[in-house]
């Protein structure tokens, strides 16, 4: 059945196998020499799905003795032989329709579809080196998605074909960000990419993504950050899909103010979800153009999110999150005066909407801490050197300094579970977090 069973038949009994014989490491290496021998790892094998779905069970399920051969099968054939080469070259034309039935993919295709999904089930194995290995493995699946899933870029693949591998892609992207050793490796580049799967031209992909998301978040297996992808959903053109994911990111909403309320720090609350927000729509491919129809995608995309946001939620620390962030800079590329600009002009935006969706004047004194996330913002020069009573007076509230923990801030709700508690502080044990400091008003 593993060698020569059905898809599901081979993912069950490769498990079951390694259940019974796990211990036993002779068992374990003759059933991956099979796999991996030489006439079985080519392309134009008759069982080459059969043979990577068990090989990625076993990446994942028994990683040390996968170790021994990582390179032949990771390196030699699924990177450079699988995912790298196309072999249908010129056999399709522009127009082709962008979603197709499961039984018309390719053969091709579907190969390469594994071939991510052994990837990212051999990075969810190892127990070390974690950011040494993953760091090629999220570029090249963020690669696939800035080429629009033509990862050579040389258009020898169907529009259909490249759904399916942005589709494959963006969830091997999700799947690893569930994992708390892996989800800080992931850069702010790579994470903005993954964002615009959400507004993805294939509707197919949009709604198998974002129904990927809404799994992950429900369950409390991403960080917070991860709540803003869904501000992009208020593009959406079909009303219905729109309100379902909406009443989604209410209840996403409402579990982590929930939890705040059982778990409270300066730093976890939901309010803090507008600092990814912004960041992200300055970032958007939008805004590169500055008119019209730039600002309308970003009205509808804060509209959307505001809502939830302000339901039961603190205005007030809403609107300081908002004018604390107008003291900052892009600190991807602080010397970048056309972002900061944008940054500047979304938070105003979202000010005046708060002004306007509040039964009152936001007003008052903010005793929490705010804490901007030092990955996305860096202070700016004007701010840097000025006193805590003058910021206090500008914005009739009390500023307070502001530290950042990137523990905290990144990925606070990953300490849920025993098995996540775990892996978090093995993590912690490795790599101490670091205090980041953001000079919002006044001097440390």
């Known amino acids: 059945m593993v060698l020569k069973g059905s898809p599901y038949l081979t993912k069950d009994a490769t498990r079951c196998f390694i259940r019974v014989f796990g211990d036993s490491i002779s068992m374990i290496e003759r059933l991956f020499k099979n796999l991996a021998a030489q006439e079985r790892l080519v392309f134009e094998h008759s069982h080459l799905s059969n043979t990577l779905i068990a090989i990625g069970q076993i990446a994942k399920l028994q990683p040390m003795q996968f170790a021994t051969y990582y390179k032949q099968v990771i390196r030699d054939f699924v990177v450079k032989e699988l995912l790298v080469i196309d072999r249908s070259k010129g056999l ?45 493995v999220f570029r090249l699946l963020d690669t696939v998605l800035a080429h629009d899933g033509d990862l050579q870029g040389q258009d020898n693949i169907s529009a259909s074909d490249r759904s399916r591998l942005r589709l494959s892609a963006a969830n091997g992207i999700l799947r690893l960000a569930r994992n708390p050793l892996l989800v800080d490796i992931i850069s702010v580049q790579q994470f903005q990419r993954l964002a615009l799967v959400a ?60 939890y705040f309320k059982r778990r409270p720090s300066d730093h976890n609350c939901p309010e803090y979800i507008f600092c990814d927000v912004v960041y992200l729509l300055a970032h958007h491919p939008c805004m590169e153009s500055m008119d019209e129809s730039s600002t309308q995608t970003v009205q509808a995309c804060l509209s ?69 996330p030092v990955r ?69």
């Open 376 to 444: 996305l913002f860096s202070l700016s020069k004007k701010y840097s050197k000025m006193k805590i009573d003058n910021i206090a007076a500008e914005d009739s509230m009390n500023v307070s300094q502001t530290e950042n923990c990137q523990m905290i801030a990144e990925g606070n709700d990953h300490a849920l579970g025993e098995k996540r508690k775990k892996a978090l502080k093995e993590k912690t044990k490795e790599n101490p977090p670091k205090k980041h400091l953001i000079e919002i008003a006044g001097e440390p």
């Open 199 to 258: 507004q993805d031209t294939c509707k197919e992909v949009r709604e198998r993504f974002i129904n990927k998301l809404h799994h992950a978040l429900k369950s409390l297996e991403l960080p917070m950050p991860y709540i803003s992808v869904l501000s992009l959903v208020g593009t959406e053109s079909d009303k219905k899909v729109k309100a379902q994911h909406q009443q989604m990111l209410i209840q996403h909403i409402g579990v982590r103010r929930d």
């Open 92 to 136: 399709y034309k522009d127009g082709d329709p962008e979603w197709c039935e499961d039984s018309s993919v390719s053969f091709e295709t579907l190969a390469k579809v594994l071939g991510i999904k052994v990837l990212v089930l051999w990075l969810l194995g190892i127990d070390r080196n974690h950011k040494k290995l993953a760091v090629p």
């Open 304 to 372: 959307f999110i505001m809502d939830p946001l302000l339901r039961g939620g603190d205005a007030a620390l809403a609107f300081l999150i908002l004018e604390s962030i107008k003291k900052t800079v892009d600190a991807q590329d602080p010397e970048n005066k056309e972002i900061c600009e944008k940054m500047h002009n979304i938070c105003d935006f979202a000010i005046k909407e708060i002004s306007t969706k509040v039964d009152k004047k936001v007003q008052g004194v903010v005793t929490q801490r705010i804490a901007l």
